[in-house]
């Protein structure tokens, strides 16, 4: 592959000394980065100028949707005033719409619309293809850490979404 490294022959061998936590996360986030902004790439003439925060405002949307704009920006989070910027962009290109909500005249809520569903969509079919490709250049011992490592990423998530509050 253009531009990669050999994959190292002990998929368990870390890069970072044992008990070295700022390494490895220093390494984690470094490896995610890439990932992202790989993936993204890929998934360039599909999403256009959409960012990485509305991509991810979107599939929340469609996640917890329909959904109030205060409780998007903490499960997101961040800042109200933040979410609403993104919330703004997504809304002018027709991607969500703001819907009356039910128990709150005064209040809307937000929900995607089909167009930010197809985006979502799009998006999900290249950067699924384009790991689907990645992972089957890996070994077997590889595919078993990448499948034990994906419950342990998904809660680094959640701590990291609620540690700060």
């Keep these: 592959m253009k531009g990669s490294r050999a994959l190292t022959s002990d998929p368990l061998k870390s890069p970072t000394a044992k008990g070295d936590a700022v390494g490895e996360a220093a390494g984690l986030l470094v490896a995610l980065t890439r990932i992202s902004r790989q993936l993204r790439a890929r998934s360039r003439s599909a999403i256009d100028d959409v960012t990485p925060s509305q991509t991810s405002a979107l599939a929340r949307i469609e996640q917890l949707g329909p959904l109030r704009l205060g409780t998007l920006a903490e499960v997101e989070g961040t800042s109200a005033a933040t979410m609403c910027r993104v919330v703004d962009r997504l809304e002018e290109r027709k991607l969500i719409t703001r819907i009356p909500d039910p128990e709150d005249g005064r209040a809307s809520n937000l929900e995607l619309s089909s167009e930010g569903g197809a985006l979502l969509g799009e998006l999900r079919a290249r950067s699924t293809e384009a790991l689907r490709s990645a992972l089957g250049e890996l070994n077997v011992a590889e595919h078993d850490v990448v499948a034990a490592t994906i419950s342990v990423l998904e ?9 700060e509050r």
């Design 155 to 163: 809660r680094l998530s959640d701590l990291l979404n609620y540690s």
